[in-house]
């Protein structure tokens, strides 16, 4: 899902619209086989990642605008047994911010910081950890700290990464996996 709409038709026909080697043929044969169909909005899913920018603001605070409304445009589509992902680099709590945004909208699911692990709803930081001109590889071959709220939560995030991941999947908490983001950036 993405709001650029000239995005979403290029990569519904198939091809890229940024500079990434490699990229092209992965979207070209994932479009084709059915596997990848952009949109600009949101559908029901099992798991979502959400990746947009945390710029910072004038007074240097992080500005979590972006985070907001991506967790609020997938609120009304969120179903019980779903796994939410922030991968933006966010402050230490920003998870759970995101959780309690989530969980205001929607009150008929309940959400790891009301339920623990029999939450409906599961959510975890995995923060990116690629370069541009170097995705396909870095993707696939680095390592990746998943931190989830509860541990059921981290155990779901980590088995979704483990279906592509060549690097460890490196298990913890949602404020220690940001603190490595914030650490290492």
Not at 38 to 62: C, R
Not at 66 to 84: D, N, R, T
Not at 150 to 177: D, Q, W
Request: aromatic share 4%.
């Amino acid at each position: 899902m993405d709001i650029n709409q000239h995005a979403v038709d290029i990569i519904n026909r198939g091809e890229i619209h940024i500079v990434e080697p490699a990229l092209g043929n992965v979207v070209k044969m994932a479009v084709e086989g059915g596997f990848l169909r952009a949109t600009t909005t949101p559908v029901e899913a099992d798991a979502y990642l959400i990746a947009v920018p945390t710029p910072f603001k004038g007074d240097h605070d992080p500005d979590m605008a972006y985070v907001e409304a991506a967790a609020k445009s997938i609120a009304p589509v969120l179903k019980k047994g779903a796994l939410v992902i922030l991968e933006s680099t966010s402050p230490v709590g920003a998870t759970e911010q995101m959780a309690g945004w989530l969980a205001g909208m929607r009150t008929d699911l309940t959400f790891p910081q009301q339920a623990g692990e029999q939450a409906d709803v599961n959510i975890a930081y995995c923060p990116e950890r690629v370069l541009p001109g170097q995705v396909m590889v870095e993707l696939i071959k680095n390592d990746r700290v998943i931190g989830g709220m509860t541990p059921v939560c981290s155990a779901r995030a980590s088995a979704l990464y483990k279906i592509f991941l060549e690097g460890e999947c490196v298990v913890t908490n949602s404020r220690t996996a940001e603190m490595c983001k914030l650490t290492e950036k």
